[in-house]
């Protein structure tokens, strides 16, 4: 099963020398949401395609095209299989990327409310479009949450693979946003069908985490790190949590890379990724399904000189005749607690590069996740953890209707995830059984205001001044364009190729003086 | 994002430590339980309408590629 795809260099040869110079533990994080599209109570039937292209026709309208970049930097288009999709701009902390995804769901619930509008007088006045932040469909089509960390161009794509995976794998415990299987609840929506087209020789296989070589900066310095493996996040802990934790384990790994020694993470590497992600997925009491590791003596000597140990009792390990045995909870504290060591040397630099997160804060909210998790506190969790705040409110309508059909815990699993006419999500946070960090208001403002410590500032006034001048203009992460084919006279270029680049080029300035013309 | 994560949890363990509240951690647990079991039931009230549209046509309805 191939985890990892790249064309290029995999940077195993390339010294660390040359990077020393570089801002130690800043980053780069995006978040790129797929969406599902449905309509129920029409007159007729209406598929994905025709509700995915109501709600873009006012985008090709203004563009003439499904792909085009907003006024706070992100990208907005449709996707293969008619899914809307809408990746962030740059933010340089997790905070800042959930207030521009949580800006993406507005951004796109207002295309979909449009839509139903536009669709009522043929479809019939009950019409009611369905805008699904998940990854599954009711037939079993799955799409993505991407999550992009940008990394230093040292690590290798082995180190990644081997040191970051089981982290990923065995967060879904506090990320997972929960799917009504056939089986019943599983944890992670994605789990079974990265699992499943990786086993069907016939697919392409999904892999979990993929480093195709499109940095989207300069690629000597830097790579790109795609994480396919997460799920959609409603919570925004859970969403935020996610990005935190991931970015102190890259912070570990990169070090050890600049520094040419070891992570900590190397005795971690899993036997069988896929099928240790789908058997934790399926574990929703957390009750310690065991891992198989590559390298198990390897693991129980790491974790006994981390002090990650923890009695058995307490959840996460055990320990049988000399021979330890990990489940994600353990795996989870390991990972917590090689990032502490590494924090009490580091924490400062990482602090300094990131000001926005409160790392003490992060740390202690892992810590807390996995210690409800352990003792099987999961109320103490159901407004945070998407998953288990649908367990909750499954229980709670079986209670209430004993005879409620299995589809209507379907339906329920759903409508949590539709962001256009939802009620239950909504209804959540209204009675605080669900806690929100972003309020409306900042994610209000995160629709037209990019953030301002990336280059997403510059090109988000760029997108916002040729709107409001109508004049044609094209964009990718890396290029503004004025005009529109090679031929224009007035065609002109700027180039951003570094992403924490916040000062105007002569290029832009140029590109500016221009629509301001 | 200092104030975004309010400890409630560890301010909880804290109190149930506190030597003036030793029937607390009962107290709280059992008040916390009548809490959600409150906010449970007015929001399945908010979604009973929900509840009585057709759960068949919603499921069926979200199919995202057809033909395969």
Redesign the interface.
């Given at each position: 099963m191939p985890q990892l795809r790249e064309s290029g260099n995999d940077g195993a040869s390339q010294g660390p020398q040359e990077d020393l110079e570089q801002d130690g533990f800043a980053r780069i994080f995006g978040i790129e949401t797929e969406y599902?599209?449905?309509?129920?109570g029409a007159d007729k039937p209406c598929?994905?395609a025709t509700v995915a292209m109501a709600m873009f026709r006012p985008v090709v309208t203004r563009s003439r095209s499904t792909n085009t970049y907003l006024p706070n930097g992100a990208r907005l288009y449709l996707d293969v299989?008619?899914?809307p999709e809408y990746a962030t701009a740059e933010a340089r902390d997790?905070?800042t990327a959930l207030a521009q995804d949580l800006a993406g769901e507005q951004v796109m619930r207002q295309l979909a409310l449009d839509a139903q509008q536009r669709l009522r007088p043929a479809y019939g006045e009950g019409a009611t479009v369905?805008l699904?932040k998940n990854n599954v469909?009711?037939?079993g089509?799955s799409?993505g949450c991407h999550e992009n960390y940008l990394v230093r161009r040292f690590v290798s794509l082995r180190d990644v693979e081997r040191e970051l995976l089981p982290f990923l794998i065995t967060r879904q415990v506090f990320s997972g946003a929960g799917r009504l299987s056939g089986r019943g609840l599983v944890i992670s929506q994605r789990a079974d069908y990265l699992d499943e087209s990786i086993s069907s020789a016939t697919t392409r296989a999904r892999p979990m985490v993929n480093t195709r070589d499109e940095p989207h900066a300069d690629p000597e310095r830097y790579r790109r790190l795609h994480v396919i493996i997460g799920d959609s996040n409603r919570s925004q802990?859970a969403g935020?949590m996610k990005l935190a934790t991931t970015h102190l384990v890259l912070c570990v790994i990169e070090q050890a890379a600049r520094l040419g020694v070891e992570s900590g993470f190397e005795c971690c590497a899993l036997q069988d990724p896929s099928s240790a992600n789908r058997a934790i997925s399926r574990d929703v009491r957390c009750g310690g399904t065991p891992l198989k590791l590559a390298d198990p003596g390897g693991f129980t000597r790491a974790r006994a000189e981390y002090g990650a140990t923890g009695p058995a009792a307490a959840g996460g390990s055990s320990t049988d005749g000399g021979s330890a045995t990990v489940d994600a909870l353990g795996m989870q504290r390991y990972y917590a607690a090689v990032v502490a060591r590494f924090l009490e040397r580091y924490g400062a630099q990482v602090h300094e590069a990131m000001p926005?997160?409160?790392i003490d804060?992060?740390m202690?909210?892992w810590a807390?996740l996995l210690d409800?998790l352990a003792a099987g506190d999961f109320?103490?969790l159901?407004n945070q953890v998407d998953w288990i705040a649908k367990q909750?409110?499954f229980e709670?309508?079986r209670r209430?209707?004993p005879a409620?059909?299995e589809?209507?815990f379907?339906?329920?699993d759903?409508?949590y995830h539709d962001v256009a006419n939802g009620?239950?999500y909504d209804?959540?946070v209204?009675?605080?059984?669900m806690?929100t960090?972003i309020s409306a208001d900042e994610a209000r403002e995160a629709m037209t205001r990019p953030p301002q410590d990336t280059r997403a500032a510059l090109r988000g006034a760029f997108v916002a001044k040729a709107l409001q001048r109508d004049v044609r203009f094209s964009c990718d992460w890396t290029r503004l364009t004025l005009g529109s084919s090679g031929q224009d006279a007035e065609r002109a270029e700027a180039v951003m190729l570094d992403p924490f680049e916040t000062q105007a080029s002569e290029d832009y300035r140029r590109l500016m003086q221009q629509l301001e013309a | 994002m200092p104030q975004q994560f309010q400890r409630n949890q560890s301010q909880q363990s804290d109190a149930a430590q506190s030597d003036e509240a030793q029937d607390a951690p009962m107290a709280q647990q059992s008040s916390k339980q009548a809490d959600q079991s409150d906010a449970l039931d007015s929001i399945l009230d908010d979604i009973e309408s929900t509840l009585e549209s057709n759960a068949e046509e919603y499921v069926g309805s979200f199919v995202q590629k057809g033909g395969q």
């Amino acid at each position: 099963m191939p985890q990892l795809r790249e064309s290029g260099n995999d940077g195993a040869s390339q010294g660390p020398q040359e990077d020393l110079e570089q801002d130690g533990f800043a980053r780069i994080f995006g978040i790129e949401t797929e969406y599902g599209v449905s309509v129920t109570g029409a007159d007729k039937p209406c598929d994905a395609a025709t509700v995915a292209m109501a709600m873009f026709r006012p985008v090709v309208t203004r563009s003439r095209s499904t792909n085009t970049y907003l006024p706070n930097g992100a990208r907005l288009y449709l996707d293969v299989g008619s899914h809307p999709e809408y990746a962030t701009a740059e933010a340089r902390d997790p905070h800042t990327a959930l207030a521009q995804d949580l800006a993406g769901e507005q951004v796109m619930r207002q295309l979909a409310l449009d839509a139903q509008q536009r669709l009522r007088p043929a479809y019939g006045e009950g019409a009611t479009v369905h805008l699904f932040k998940n990854n599954v469909d009711s037939a079993g089509h799955s799409f993505g949450c991407h999550e992009n960390y940008l990394v230093r161009r040292f690590v290798s794509l082995r180190d990644v693979e081997r040191e970051l995976l089981p982290f990923l794998i065995t967060r879904q415990v506090f990320s997972g946003a929960g799917r009504l299987s056939g089986r019943g609840l599983v944890i992670s929506q994605r789990a079974d069908y990265l699992d499943e087209s990786i086993s069907s020789a016939t697919t392409r296989a999904r892999p979990m985490v993929n480093t195709r070589d499109e940095p989207h900066a300069d690629p000597e310095r830097y790579r790109r790190l795609h994480v396919i493996i997460g799920d959609s996040n409603r919570s925004q802990y859970a969403g935020l949590m996610k990005l935190a934790t991931t970015h102190l384990v890259l912070c570990v790994i990169e070090q050890a890379a600049r520094l040419g020694v070891e992570s900590g993470f190397e005795c971690c590497a899993l036997q069988d990724p896929s099928s240790a992600n789908r058997a934790i997925s399926r574990d929703v009491r957390c009750g310690g399904t065991p891992l198989k590791l590559a390298d198990p003596g390897g693991f129980t000597r790491a974790r006994a000189e981390y002090g990650a140990t923890g009695p058995a009792a307490a959840g996460g390990s055990s320990t049988d005749g000399g021979s330890a045995t990990v489940d994600a909870l353990g795996m989870q504290r390991y990972y917590a607690a090689v990032v502490a060591r590494f924090l009490e040397r580091y924490g400062a630099q990482v602090h300094e590069a990131m000001p926005r997160l409160d790392i003490d804060m992060v740390m202690h909210e892992w810590a807390r996740l996995l210690d409800c998790l352990a003792a099987g506190d999961f109320a103490a969790l159901d407004n945070q953890v998407d998953w288990i705040a649908k367990q909750t409110l499954f229980e709670a309508l079986r209670r209430r209707h004993p005879a409620a059909a299995e589809a209507r815990f379907a339906q329920l699993d759903l409508d949590y995830h539709d962001v256009a006419n939802g009620t239950v999500y909504d209804s959540l946070v209204r009675h605080g059984a669900m806690r929100t960090i972003i309020s409306a208001d900042e994610a209000r403002e995160a629709m037209t205001r990019p953030p301002q410590d990336t280059r997403a500032a510059l090109r988000g006034a760029f997108v916002a001044k040729a709107l409001q001048r109508d004049v044609r203009f094209s964009c990718d992460w890396t290029r503004l364009t004025l005009g529109s084919s090679g031929q224009d006279a007035e065609r002109a270029e700027a180039v951003m190729l570094d992403p924490f680049e916040t000062q105007a080029s002569e290029d832009y300035r140029r590109l500016m003086q221009q629509l301001e013309a | 994002m200092p104030q975004q994560f309010q400890r409630n949890q560890s301010q909880q363990s804290d109190a149930a430590q506190s030597d003036e509240a030793q029937d607390a951690p009962m107290a709280q647990q059992s008040s916390k339980q009548a809490d959600q079991s409150d906010a449970l039931d007015s929001i399945l009230d908010d979604i009973e309408s929900t509840l009585e549209s057709n759960a068949e046509e919603y499921v069926g309805s979200f199919v995202q590629k057809g033909g395969q």
